[in-house]
């Protein structure tokens, strides 16, 4: 079993910048592929950015924008978000399992994390 816990979410202006942290526990972190996902009111889960042992991977919408990355020591994932838009704002969650992507969820989520962004 893994468990993951998001942290980071608020209010930010359009143009603002927040960093997103999942900490994750339980199974060898290393183990799995990670990655973000988001989900807005009145739509569908969509994926936003993992790491594979691929590589990176990024949505269309904030590829330039944002950034995964991953600290193996602190079992942490993060995920930076610059130049915020209003069509960011969703509950960002963070996922893992074997293989993380566009195509794939993960077996694992957290419980989310707020993100609005004001215009």
């Known amino acids: 079993q893994v468990q993951l816990v998001e942290s980071g979410g608020g209010l930010v202006q359009a143009g603002g910048s927040l960093r997103l942290s999942c900490a994750a526990s339980g199974r060898t972190f290393s183990s799995y592929a990670m990655g973000w996902f988001r989900q807005a009111p009145g739509k569908e889960r969509e994926f936003v950015a993992a790491?594979?042992?691929?590589?990176?991977s990024y949505a269309d919408s904030v590829k330039g924008r944002f950034t995964i990355s991953l600290d193996n020591a602190k079992n942490t994932v993060y995920l930076q978000m610059n130049s915020l838009k209003p069509e960011d704002t969703a509950v960002y969650y963070c996922?893992?399992?074997?293989?993380?992507?566009?195509?794939?969820?993960?077996?694992?989520w957290g419980q989310g994390t707020q993100v609005t962004v004001s215009s």
């Open positions: 790491i594979n042992w691929s590589g990176l």
């Open positions: 996922s893992c399992g074997p293989r993380v992507g566009a195509d794939r969820k993960g077996d694992y």
